[in-house]
């Protein structure tokens, strides 16, 4: 009979069930030290690098060359409905003629283990059709006890190419430069790699595909749909491979508000929650 995964509540062991799920998750499947942030993004698989919007400071930055407003957002995910295993971001993106300037910050755990990023991004066009972008980011590891906090400072970027109006390629690349997260135990942070491209056939309709490939790891392929039921609904899925996951959600835009929903699913350890909201303030 097949068990589902529970999650202990007794007091000697409500930190095991976190810690596993940290070690397994951070070298099966997400490259921990860039947790991906959008919920239109985990909707569609994280299928983003060729992609343009606030959340571009942490898929491509490439895409702030294209986005030209000044706008805050906000996201939260619970991975795995367990509390202390969540994720909370905060971006703000400013822009300053041909280009535009990103900040962002991440945090995720809780109070006896967390990790958090600082992150500011600079992305500017080149003529019509390119976009290049850069991000900088300062990491922070913390754990509760006799533990030593560690710290690293990263760089990551991309560009962003559109061979016609609605087709868009996107490279992007993470952690090129092996930093290690310091003073003890010397542990480098993950290099990743990601390219893709999308396309809208008709005006309502968009799909992209993608590849990740983490210098450690497997390669993993992406892929991601959406469509406009209506004017400012928009529906939603994805699959994600090594490990294989679906993903699904919807987003609506009212006026200068927008808001995302969003759902993934591992095989083994259920459903994640997304949920985004972001509001252009000018």
């Known amino acids: 009979m097949k068990q589902k995964l529970k999650y202990c509540r007794k007091p000697g062991c409500n930190l095991l069930l976190p810690v596993f799920l940290l070690c397994f998750f951070s070298v ?5 030290e860039n947790y991906p942030l959008g919920s239109r993004p985990a909707a569609l698989a994280n299928t983003y690098v060729m992609e343009s919007d606030i959340w571009s400071v942490s898929h491509n ?6 986005y030209h ?29 041909a280009a535009t300037f990103g900040l962002s910050y991440t945090y995720f755990g809780y109070s006896a283990y967390n990790e958090s990023k600082i992150g500011i991004a600079y992305g500017r ?8 972008g850069i991000q900088l980011n300062y990491h922070y590891e913390y754990i509760s ?19 016609l109006s609605n087709m868009r390629i996107g490279v992007h690349v993470f952690n090129p430069t092996r930093a290690q997260l ?8 993950t290099t990743c790699l990601r390219a893709g491209l999308s396309y809208s056939p008709i005006e309502k309709f968009w ?11 497997e390669m993993r392929f992406k892929s991601g749909i959406e469509y406009e039921v209506i004017k400012g609904l928009n529906l939603r899925t994805g699959i994600i491979t090594a490990p294989f996951q679906n993903t699904f959600g919807l987003g609506f835009k009212i006026s ?21 909201m972001q509001i252009e303030l000018k």
């Open 61 to 66: 930055q490439a895409g702030l060359g294209d």
């Open 145 to 163: 006890g006799d533990y030593q906090s560690r710290h690293a400072l990263t760089v990551e970027g991309g560009i962003q190419y559109k061979p």
């Open 182 to 189: 310091s003073p003890v135990n010397l542990d480098t942070l």
């Open 125 to 132: 066009n080149f003529g019509d059709k390119i976009s290049a």
């Open 207 to 217: 799909m992209g595909v993608e590849t990740e490939k983490s210098i450690n790891y």
């Open 256 to 276: 200068r508000i927008s808001g995302d929903v969003a759902f993934s699913h591992h095989q083994t350890l259920g459903f994640t929650p997304h949920f985004s």
């Open 69 to 97: 407003k000044f706008a805050l957002g906000f996201h939260h995910e619970n991975r795995y409905v367990i509390e202390e295993y969540s994720l909370h971001a905060i971006a703000l993106t400013l822009p300053v003629k």
């Open 28 to 32: 099966s499947v997400y490259a921990q």
